[in-house]
């Protein structure tokens, strides 16, 4: 912890490699000029107008082969000044056109390779790469996990014959920071980094994470009876200390399936602070764990569940008091053990460290004008994930999308609904780029590609439709025939988005509430974010007929 308490003034390899599972740093109040963002291929016909205040083709969604310029036969897919790190590579369709990054104004690239291979080889090597967990393929989607510093400069062209989509991720930190620039090969003692690295990504879910030296750690379980239409109290500690881990115990997996979609959201959880007012954490159970309705098991670094029970990693520091409850609007009383683990703090320490909020909400614009956010307005399709006032870390969304339709009359040609321009009916929910605006920025420092893309899959417009699970992207559940329920997370962990006074995200949502006679697209967010203690969010707890509304 005490590494914690001051601003980091230098990173080595092994820094790095550590911040891609450390959700103890993910509380450190970002230093002034620490930046995330994501270059990607999105569509450049939507900009934002400075003369009229007013974004055009805002909808754009030609986002395949998005670029910053030319430079002869290759696209300039990002350019920044350091010192910083790139943290994740993803594509939908790699292929043999090669990927050039250079480092430092270096006119010699680190890496000159096949954009396919990036994602399949190791240093440049001829063996595949044998690190399953920081280069996922998730339903298509490559994913690369693996850390590329630069101390002064970094640039990435993509060559002729390259693919299709790309995101970038990256961080930059302030210019005294010192970071070992990227030579184009790991060496063995990084390489060893990021074997543990991966080890512990597989090992998510299943294993303590390690408190911070000469802390006390200590542990709870307790089984509370929630009344119906009452609450119960979990955990309720006075003083300074941070909470580690969370496992609520239920039999909820084990009901009929219509069961477990009312139970899960009939229960609440809520979490304050500091003898806070209003909770800074208000969730639906299985949404906050990540997943609904009802229980899907999936494995991520900070939240996972199976049919027995829940569990959550985020790192949940408190000054005076933490006190967590249970909610209960259902008509039966309801059986719950919990087991929490925490670790006291010197209140010193504990007063610098920001404070965790997760908040479920649905159509929740705020104070936006919504006339702009809706079909024939300058900021349509914009869906408002997160709007807060603040200094603080976005880290992520579960996103749980009931979009259902009745079956067209007509068959299609090829297997489902048809492929492409063919389809029988328009369906897909997705190809909703993401969109963070930090610190009152004009155009997003973040803009993606498809809801799909930043999950981290591909081409989920056509099937088959998958389930699956990583570290930081998972989709809990899908329907075999995506009518109906689907559950998606993204969890930016090392990739986390600090902002020092707002941040505002949002993800297109193409498809209206109501699409169809008898035709519904329906979002329900539950983000999950950090910021300063004593400050407060604007979301508040939802009645049980908007959480039942699907």
């Given at each position: 912890m005490a590494e914690m308490e001051r601003e980091q003034k230098r990173y080595t390899y092994r820094d790095l490699v550590s911040r891609l599972y450390d959700l103890e740093a993910l509380a450190i109040p970002p230093q002034a000029g620490e930046k995330s963002g994501c270059f990607s291929s999105f569509d450049r016909r939507s900009v934002y107008n400075a003369e009229t205040g007013l974004?055009?083709?805002?909808?754009?969604?030609?986002?395949?082969?998005?670029?910053?310029?030319?430079?002869?036969?290759?696209?300039?897919?990002?350019?920044?000044?350091?010192?910083?790190?790139?943290?994740?590579?993803?594509?939908?369709?790699?292929?043999?056109?090669?990927?050039?990054?250079?480092?430092?104004?270096?006119?010699?690239?680190?890496?000159?390779?096949?954009?396919?291979?990036?994602?399949?080889?190791?240093?440049?090597?001829?063996?595949?790469?044998?690190?399953?967990?920081?280069?996922?393929?998730?339903?298509?989607?490559?994913?690369?996990?693996?850390?590329?510093?630069?101390?002064?400069?970094?640039?990435?062209?993509?060559?002729?014959?390259?693919?299709?989509?790309?995101?970038?991720?990256?961080?930059?930190?302030?210019?005294?920071?010192?970071?070992?620039?990227?030579?184009?090969?790991?060496?063995?003692?990084?390489?060893?980094?990021?074997?543990?690295?991966?080890?512990?990504?597989?090992?998510?879910?299943?294993?303590y994470f390690k408190n911070a030296e000469g802390a006390s750690n200590e542990s709870v379980t307790v089984t509370v009876n929630v009344p119906a239409g009452g609450k119960a109290v979990l955990f309720d500690k006075q003083g300074a200390g941070a909470l580690s881990m969370i496992r609520i115990r239920t039999d909820i997996g084990r009901k009929s399936e219509e069961q477990q979609q009312s139970l899960a959201r009939q229960l609440a959880i809520s979490m304050k602070w500091d003898n806070e007012e209003h909770p800074s954490?208000?969730?639906?159970?299985?949404?906050?764990?990540?997943?609904?309705?009802?229980?899907?098991?999936?494995?991520?670094?900070?939240?996972?569940?199976?049919?027995?029970?829940?569990?959550?990693?985020?790192y949940m520091p408190f000054s005076?008091?933490?006190?967590?409850?249970?909610?209960?609007?259902?008509?039966?009383?309801?059986?719950?053990?919990?087991?929490?683990?925490?670790?006291?703090?010197?209140k010193s320490t504990a007063d610098n460290l920001l404070r965790f909020h997760a908040k479920w909400h649905r159509d929740e614009f705020l104070n936006l004008d919504t006339e702009r956010f809706a079909e024939g307005g300058d900021r349509w399709p914009d869906w408002p994930l997160l709007l807060t006032?603040?200094?603080?870390?976005?880290?992520?969304?579960?996103?749980?999308?009931?979009?259902?339709?009745?079956?067209?009359?007509?068959?299609?040609?090829?297997?489902?609904?048809?492929?492409?321009?063919?389809?029988?009916?328009?369906?897909?929910?997705?190809?909703?780029?993401?969109?963070?605006?930090?610190?009152?920025?004009?155009?997003p420092s973040t803009f993606g590609t498809g809801s799909e893309d930043y999950i981290g899959y591909a081409w989920a417009a056509e099937p088959p439709f998958p389930m699956f699970d990583s570290a930081f992207a998972s989709q809990p559940f899908v329907e075999l025939d995506a009518n109906g329920h689907t559950s998606v997370n993204r969890f930016q962990i090392c990739d986390n988005v600090p902002f020092m006074n707002s941040f505002e995200g949002y993800i297109e949502k193409y498809k209206g509430n109501q699409w169809g006679l008898n035709n519904q697209c329906l979002y329900a967010a539950t983000v999950y974010w950090y910021q300063d203690r004593g400050t407060s969010d604007a979301y508040m707890p939802v009645s049980l007929n908007e959480r039942l509304a699907t």
């Open positions: 974004y055009e083709d805002w909808g754009a969604n030609d986002d395949g082969g998005g670029f910053i310029r030319k430079e002869d036969e290759s696209i300039v897919a990002m350019e920044l000044d350091g010192p910083g790190v790139i943290w994740r590579f993803w594509s939908a369709l790699p292929k043999e056109g090669h990927i050039r990054i250079y480092i430092d104004h270096s006119d010699i690239p680190v890496i000159d390779q096949p954009f396919q291979d990036y994602f399949d080889r190791f240093n440049q090597e001829d063996a595949p790469s044998n690190f399953p967990n920081l280069a996922p393929t998730l339903s298509r989607g490559r994913n690369c996990f693996i850390p590329i510093p630069f101390q002064e400069h970094c640039k990435v062209l993509l060559d002729k014959g390259w693919g299709a989509y790309y995101h970038i991720t990256y961080t930059t930190f302030p210019s005294n920071v010192q970071v070992p620039s990227f030579e184009g090969r790991v060496d063995k003692e990084s390489a060893i980094a990021l074997a543990e690295a991966d080890r512990i990504l597989q090992q998510r879910g299943t294993q954490v208000w969730a639906p159970l299985g949404d906050f764990f990540g997943s609904a309705p009802g229980i899907k098991p999936y494995r991520s670094l900070p939240l996972g569940m199976n049919e027995h029970e829940m569990y959550s990693y985020w005076e008091s933490a006190r967590i409850e249970i909610e209960n609007d259902g008509t039966e009383p309801y059986e719950i053990t919990a087991e929490f683990q925490y670790t006291s703090l010197m006032q603040s200094r603080g870390r976005f880290c992520g969304v579960h996103l749980h999308v009931y979009n259902t339709w009745e079956q067209p009359e007509e068959e299609a040609e090829t297997w489902w609904y048809g492929i492409g321009d063919q389809k029988t009916i328009d369906w897909w929910w997705g190809e909703g780029d993401e969109k963070f605006f930090v610190d009152g920025e004009t155009f």
